[in-house]
């Protein structure tokens, strides 16, 4: 069975710029989830998505942060534009449904200089 | 307060020790998750449970749902389990959903 995908793996760029993460989740799975994990801290959940519907996106800065699922399997999530602070690891995870065992990809690193 | 507390923070052991991590909450949860992620490398999901023991290998998980307590055991500790353990607590709200609300981890050194 394959894993959550995700692109790019590492990405650096200047502040004020944009940039953008896919994510792939686990055939079937109908919740996926986007998670910032800055160092030395937990992961953070940034928005949580139930097939293409929006569940929650209480801790997404909605100023500079956006994302979508159009069509209920893979999922974009935007910095724009990105700050220093925003440096961290973006974890994309799915679950076959919420309370389900959870399964992350391996994350992409943004680092804002 | 922290409504999922980890201890301890930090954990040196020697090669074939017993280890503990222990997973203290505080809320109603649905299911509580133990998850492992090794420095620079994405986070694996080792147990979820909602009651009672789960072993798979070298690693047992309990959870005690009226003390709201979960310990994390490994036996026969290997250098490679060298990681950070998360325990995560899911939490039901609006309705079917659910959400995972992180303890901060423990850092688990292994040597040699």
């Known amino acids: 069975e394959a894993g959550v995908a995700q692109s790019p793996r590492y990405k650096i760029i200047e502040k004020r710029q944009s940039v953008a993460f896919w994510c792939n989740p686990i055939?079937?799975?109908?919740?996926l989830y986007w998670y910032q994990q800055i160092l030395g801290q937990g992961p953070k959940l940034l928005i949580q998505?139930?097939?293409?519907?929006?569940?929650?996106d209480s801790q997404l800065p909605k100023d500079r942060f956006s994302a979508e699922r159009l069509k209920g399997v893979d999922s974009t999530l935007k910095i724009q534009p990105a700050k220093l602070e925003d440096s961290a690891v973006y974890l994309c995870?799915?679950?076959?449904?919420?309370?389900?065992?959870?399964?992350f990809g391996e994350g992409s690193w943004l680092t804002v200089v | 307060k922290n409504e999922v507390e980890q201890s301890p923070q930090n954990l040196t052991a020697q090669e074939g020790e017993f280890i503990t991590i222990n997973c203290s909450y505080s809320?109603?949860?649905?299911?509580l998750h133990w998850l492992q992620q090794h420095p620079g490398g994405g986070i694996v999901s080792l147990f979820m449970?909602?009651?009672g023991k789960k072993k798979h290998g070298r690693l047992i998980a309990t959870i005690n749902i009226q003390e709201k307590h979960s310990s994390l055991h490994i036996t026969a500790s290997h250098p490679r389990d060298s990681a950070v353990y998360i325990c995560?607590?899911?939490?039901?709200?609006?309705?079917?959903?659910?959400?995972?609300?992180f303890g901060t981890g423990t850092l688990l050194a292994v040597q040699p």
């Open positions: 995870a799915s679950s076959l449904f919420p309370a389900h065992t959870i399964y």
């Open positions: 055939s079937g799975h109908a919740t």
């Open positions: 998505f139930q097939n293409n519907g929006v569940v929650d």
């Open positions: 809320v109603g949860i649905s299911a």
């Open positions: 449970l909602s009651s």
């Open positions: 995560a607590v899911g939490v039901r709200y609006g309705g079917a959903t659910n959400k995972l609300i």
